[in-house]
T-cell receptor, first 112, second 114 residues
Framework: DAGITQSPRHKVTETGTPVTLRCHQT?????MYWYRQDPGHGLRLIHY???????DKGEVSDGYSVSRSKTEDFLLTLESATSSQTSVYFC???????????FGPGTRLTVT | QKEVEQDPGPLSVPEGAIVSLNCTYS??????FMWYRQYSRKGPELLMY????GNKEDGRFTAQVDKSSKYISLFIRDSQPSDSATYLC??????????????FGKGTLLTVNP
């Protein structure tokens, strides 16, 4: 258990509404990541953070924004949700001086 | 050519069989290799990682890296129904600090039948 929680765990929302997903960690890791996982595509990096207020884009960042105002929380926002953003979203952390990542339990998002 | 290729399966084996899961990669800069196990509707769980060529063993699991062939494998001995899951390979090149990223295979679905 890497001390990662994600909330909500399940969400159904309508097209065009804003949605914020939260990732919370208890171990003060500097590096945090947001991925989406879809059949046929595997895990794809959306955004990542390397410190408070330090974030950068991943390979599928369009339509998503992130914020990190505290070490323990990394928020992913869909400003205006679309059906193509229906997916399972995973947060991950990476301990300093390591290359492996540890994942949270995921959030299953459905956009209708 | 994708950076990491992994046969999606599905792979179905009888209990007790030896399972071989494989990934190939094209980026010769990759030096760090990981295997994750993902049960249905759960997050990926780090199973094994290695930072070098050769074999690494942990109980019934052996991770093998052949950098000359750009090929990595995960072997499961005496497979159990509880090993039924999707197995993801992941790898990374050395990088400084903030721009480090993992590249994942798409996963192989394994079912071990009692």
């Amino acid at each position: 258990d890497a001390g990662i929680t994600q909330s909500p765990r399940h969400k159904v929302t309508e097209t065009g509404t804003p949605v914020t997903l939260r990732c919370h960690q208890t171990e003060n890791h500097r590096y945090m990541y947001w991925y989406r996982q879809d059949p046929g595509h595997g895990l794809r990096l959306i955004h990542y953070s390397y410190g408070v207020k330090d974030t950068d884009k991943g390979e599928v960042s369009d339509g998503y924004s992130v914020s990190r105002s505290k070490t323990e929380d990394f928020l992913l926002t869909l400003e205006s949700a679309t059906s193509s953003q229906t997916s399972v979203y995973f947060c991950a952390i990476r301990p300093q001086s390591s290359y492996e990542q540890y994942f949270g339990p995921g959030t299953r998002l459905t956009v209708t | 050519q994708k950076e990491v290729e992994q046969d999606p399966g599905p792979l179905s084996v009888p209990e007790g069989a030896i399972v071989s899961l494989n990934c190939t990669y094209s980026n010769s800069a990759f030096q760090y290799f990981m295997w994750y196990r993902q049960y249905s509707r759960k997050g990926p769980e780090l199973l094994m990682y290695t930072y070098s060529s050769g074999n690494k063993e942990d109980g019934r699991f052996t991770a093998q890296v052949d950098k000359s062939s750009k090929y990595i494998s995960l072997f499961i001995r005496d497979s159990q129904p509880s090993d039924s899951a999707t197995y993801l390979c992941a790898m990374s090149a050395p990088s400084g600090g903030s721009n480090y990223k993992l590249t994942f295979g798409k996963g192989t679905l394994l079912t071990v039948n009692p």
